[in-house]
């Protein structure tokens, strides 16, 4: 199983960048249990009290990422599977670049950063309707000291970063899936041309 979700996500890194989606990569390796990118460092924990920005500007310093799509979104994904091979724990995350809303505000900061850049122009021509705005997480722990019925299920949706925002998802969910989700939702212009 750690095989194949590394491989979706090698085939998705290389799809991305022949799409001229991506702006920096990290391949996937395996780790022990874990599918997670080169470099990887664990420092999400520490993070936990930093503000918005200061997150997404410690994971762009530490490359902490798969990932950063043409519009400066990390994205995130990480697998840990148990000895026999069963995936017991994920995290899929998109991290808008943290300016992004201040630019949609003022059209003329933003047609001057992002217009003018050719490698942004067919992404942001759309992009008051497309790009994302605030992080989303799909996160999936199978430890059943960690699950609460409604409060915190086994596999769930992070809108944004409120603490107790935890959406209900059936299961977990696949690198193709996560990817798809994002580029159909907030990409769809770029996602059914390519």
């Known amino acids: 199983m750690k095989n194949d979700i590394k491989a979706q996500i090698d085939r998705i890194t290389i799809e991305l960048i022949k799409k001229g989606l991506t ?39 530490d490359k902490a990422y798969n990932f950063i799509l043409i519009d400066l979104t990390i994205v995130q994904l990480m697998y840990r599977f148990d000895v026999g091979n069963n995936l017991i724990e994920h995290r899929l995350a998109l991290y808008p670049h943290p300016d992004l809303e ?45 699950a609460i019925d409604c409060d915190h299920p086994y596999s769930h949706l992070t809108l944004g970063d409120y603490v107790n925002c935890r959406i ?21 212009e770029k996602y059914i041309t390519n």
């Open 23 to 61: 702006v920096s990569e990290n391949f996937p390796i395996i780790s022990g249990n874990e599918v997670i990118w080169q470099n990887f460092k664990a420092i999400t924990h520490a993070l936990k009290n930093s503000s918005y920005h200061d997150t997404y500007h410690k994971f762009l310093e």
């Open 102 to 146: 201040r630019f949609l505000d003022d059209p003329t900061n933003f047609e001057t950063k992002y217009y003018s850049d050719r490698a942004f122009s067919d992404i942001v021509s759309n992009i008051e309707n497309s790009a994302s705005k605030f992080p989303i997480r799909f996160d999936f722990n199978a430890d059943d000291s960690i």
């Open 168 to 188: 209900p998802v059936i299961s977990p969910i696949t690198p193709y899936r996560f990817v798809k989700f994002i580029l159909r939702n907030f990409y769809f």
